[in-house]
């Protein structure tokens, strides 16, 4: 590819005991494709702090620290020493530098607590939710404008916000549902399904974020029916013309800048997958892309 931006949403950066291994590697990345790497840090979830043997009470202290050696890594001529808390090098000294000066572009992928939301909002990154309902993302969003306005004193425009929803096409309401319901419902009970103890161990959330997710009602997704899915719009299947519509109408009142669109999921085999993308790509990029002025459409497979 020579101008698609590829977007790295998933470097859990306080799983890792060397950070500047993130750095390196992204920055490599970066020189590579000459500007289009897009870098997303999140703390990672439960399971992956059982699997590392890593404490989750101090998952959010390392990842706050882990954030601030990767940016100096890019930033800072080397070599100097960083000494934290949790990571402490004698010399730093990132090889190669980043292309983008002054670093990649930083976005932030959360399931939504109030630290994250502030943390975000101070930088003036990239907020975004996935795998979400769509009036929890509005309201997810919502919550971040108030944290930049009220706390950091600014308005955040369509380019720090985000929303990642997957999205099936046909050329019927009813062939796209038949088509799509085994593979969505494969991804909520199969490939998103734990026990809630997995996915917030002790110490891994504030006790403030925990009554809010509690009051939210389900912690598994081992129940939800395909139907509650699409009535709750967790996804988006239909006609080009009826998504069209509504991610037209949500994104325009959301001011999302960026629009993470999953086109293939769950059990989805490779032919429907491809399909979707043409599908989307002929009838939805086009008009999607302009939106919001600044937007930027990204098809994720």
């Known amino acids: 590819t020579k ?6 949403l998933g470097n859990g950066i306080p799983l890792r005991d060397h950070p500047q291994r993130v750095a390196e590697e992204v920055a490599m990345l970066d020189v590579i494709t000459r500007g289009r790497i897009v870098s997303g840090f999140v703390r990672g ?3 992956e702090y059982y699997s ?10 390392r990842f706050e620290e882990a954030h601030d050696l990767i940016i100096q890594a890019w930033t800072r001529p080397g070599p100097f020493s960083f000494y934290g808390k949790h990571y402490r090098f004698r010399h730093i000294n990132v090889t190669p530098r980043p292309y983008t000066k002054p670093h ?9 607590s109030t630290e994250t939301v502030d943390f975000t909002a101070e930088r003036r990154y990239p907020y975004m ?5 769509r009036k929890r993302m509005q309201q997810a969003l919502a919550e971040y404008v108030r944290s930049a306005e009220e706390k950091f004193g600014y308005t955040p425009g369509p380019e720090q916000k985000g929303w990642g929803i997957p999205v099936y096409l046909a050329e019927t309401e009813a062939r796209a ?6 593979h969505i419902l494969w991804l909520f009970h199969h490939g998103l399904r734990m026990p809630y103890n997995m996915l917030n161990p002790p110490g891994y959330t504030s006790p403030k974020n925990l009554v ?6 389900k912690s598994s997704f081992r129940d939800v029916t395909y139907k509650q ?3 709750d719009e967790w996804i988006f299947v239909g006609t080009p013309e009826s998504v069209h519509d509504r991610l037209v109408k949500y994104a325009t009142e959301m001011e999302v800048g960026h629009l993470i669109v999953l086109l293939q999921f769950g059990s989805m085999p490779d032919a429907m997958a491809r399909k979707n993308m043409e599908l989307f790509a002929r009838f939805l990029l086009p008009e999607l892309q302009p939106l919001n002025s600044r937007a930027a459409v990204t098809a994720r497979t």
Request: hydrophobic content about 40%; overall charge negative; charged content about 20%.
């Open 3 to 8: 101008r698609i931006k590829i977007i790295l």
């Open 45 to 47: 979830i439960g399971p």
């Open 52 to 61: 590392f043997d890593l404490n989750p009470a101090i998952s959010r202290e």
């Open 104 to 112: 990649p572009p930083v976005w932030i992928p959360t399931l939504g």
């Open 129 to 133: 939710m996935l795998y979400t309902p």
């Open 177 to 182: 549902h038949a088509e799509a319901e085994s």
């Open 212 to 217: 809010r997710y509690a009051q939210g009602g």
């Open 229 to 231: 899915l699409i009535d």
